[in-house]
């Protein structure tokens, strides 16, 4: 198993692009989430996804969009970027909503200028 | 939403002795808490699992402890190594359901030689 899979490592965004970071996982996992990591801010949830079809918001949604149209793949769509949005983001998934342990992607590190 | 206190100055022990990291949070308190371990570059990758009704939880060197009325879970790693340097996060479920989870900054530790 790859485990969670995300693309790409590093991306340098003009104020005002848009791009979508991709997410895909092989474990039949039916939750997965985006985190973005600020230093000092820890990890803040942007949106989740327990199952196909279904998504809600996390704790700093603005200025993202996450669809989920199967089981593997979580792509987080950034509108239109800010300097604001330059972070490293997180996707993880697990097995279902609940105690379970959450698998963590490498990460993304984003720059927008 | 729920509010996690992790000690955000860097933790520095001589090898050999047992490192020791605290979480303290506010507001309700969760069914289960989480351990993680981050290195530089990386994903978080899970650690242990405590549940509400478990007083401590043990893993090879790691051991976990869950007071819920101190609202505090405490992270115990004997015989440190060089090897255990890295950045150690809790996380807990927010009230309401498990959908969302909060993650603590992390507490980074560095075991000397």
């Known amino acids: 198993n790859a485990g969670v899979t995300q693309t790409p490592k590093f991306q340098v965004l003009k104020t005002g692009q848009s791009m979508t970071l991709q997410c895909a996982q092989d474990?039949?996992?039916?939750?997965m989430s985006w985190y973005r990591q600020d230093p000092g801010m820890g990890l803040r949830l942007i949106h989740y996804s327990v199952g196909a079809g279904i998504t809600d918001q996390g704790e700093v949604p603005n200025g993202y969009n996450v669809s989920r149209s199967t089981t593997e793949d979580f792509p987080l769509r950034l509108l239109s970027a800010a300097p604001s949005q330059t972070s490293v983001y997180f996707c993880?998934?697990?097995?279902?909503?609940?105690?379970?342990?959450?698998?963590f992607g490498p990460g993304t590190r984003l720059t927008v200028t | 939403s729920q509010k996690i206190e992790q000690n955000s100055e860097a933790l520095n022990i001589q090898e050999g002795k047992t490192a020791t990291l605290t979480c303290n949070y506010t507001n309700y308190s969760p069914a289960y808490l989480q351990w993680y371990r981050q290195d530089p570059g990386r994903g978080p990758v899970f650690l242990l699992l405590?549940?509400?009704?478990?007083k401590e939880k043990r893993k090879e060197r790691l051991k976990v402890t869950f007071d819920t009325t101190l609202k505090q879970s405490l992270f115990h790693i004997t015989a440190s190594q060089p090897a255990d340097s890295a950045t150690y996060l809790c996380?807990?479920?927010?009230?309401?359901?498990?959908?969302?989870?909060?993650f603590g900054t992390g507490t980074k530790l560095q075991v000397i030689p």
């Open positions: 405590i549940r509400e009704n478990e």
């Open positions: 474990m039949n996992h039916e939750y």
């Open positions: 993880a998934s697990s097995a279902r909503v609940g105690d379970y342990e959450q698998y």
């Open positions: 996380a807990l479920p927010n009230s309401g359901g498990y959908q969302k989870v909060t």
